[in-house]
């Protein structure tokens, strides 16, 4: 469901995210307040960003609101994607490297600063965007943590259910510093985690407060999740 943070009137062609710092074209997809969360949490010192999955950039325009100097690549296996994504940089006057690849299988050796995804960890019939659905979380996190380069960040928002097998694979491929921030909903128990890990470190787990999934400071301001923490 979208937030009431990104929307406009029906009829309208394009809408904003962070307060009108993005503009979007509505289209095959809409980013729903899962890529603003990924955003607002993912570090902001990366040169170099790789998007998984990067559907019509939410993601990556919004990271791009707190880190502007970042070289980012994005890849998604829809092609239909991909060409809304490009629309979509184009109308914010920015720059992306666009591939059409499926991170299970993409043969390469670009490692990147930091990797970001907010993957499809729902289960159900498949969109008709072409996107990614009822994927393996372990697979998806395997393969995305291998494009991490030596001290990387990799960053990822996901239902809680899937935290377990997230943390996992990372310690399985040696991150540490692992942060877990927890959003919650209408229910007494989180409904999202945003989890982000460093490569090549032993540092343990932490888990910080949380917030509501409909903060205003980050959704509407544009706050980063660091910048946040430092204020509770």
């Known amino acids: 469901m979208l937030n009431y943070y990104i929307g406009m009137a029906e009829k309208q062609a394009n809408f904003t995210l962070l307060n009108g710092r993005v503009t979007m074209t509505r289209g095959i997809y809409n980013p729903t307040s899962d890529a603003v969360w990924l955003a607002a949490y993912a570090p902001t010192h990366a040169k170099t960003v790789l998007d998984i999955g990067v559907g019509t950039g939410g993601v990556t325009l919004c990271l791009l609101t707190h880190n502007p100097k970042a070289n980012v690549t994005g890849i998604d296996i829809s092609q239909e994607m991909l060409d809304a994504c490009q629309k979509n940089f184009e109308l914010n006057n920015l720059n992306i490297k666009l591939l059409k690849q499926n991170i299970l299988n993409w043969f390469t050796q670009d490692r990147f ?37 030596s001290n990387g960040w ?16 990372l310690e399985k491929k ?17 409904e ?7 490569q090549g470190t032993k540092t343990g787990l932490t888990i910080f407060q949380g917030t509501s999934m409909n903060n205003d400071s ?15």
Do not use: M
């Open 154 to 169: 990799f960053c990822i928002i996901s239902d809680t259910l899937c935290a377990d097998k997230i943390i996992s694979v």
């Open 113 to 149: 600063d930091l990797v970001i995804t907010n993957p499809p960890y729902f289960n159900g019939t498949p969109a008709k965007h072409n996107a990614h659905h009822n994927i393996d979380i372990k697979e998806w996190v395997k393969h995305s943590c291998a494009r991490v380069a």
């Open 218 to 232: 980050i959704l509407r301001d544009g706050l980063t999740i660091d910048a946040l923490l430092a204020t509770l």
């Open 192 to 198: 999202r985690v945003l989890i982000r890990a460093k």
């Open 174 to 190: 040696h991150f540490g510093n692992i942060q877990i921030f927890p959003l919650f909903g209408s229910k007494t128990s989180a």
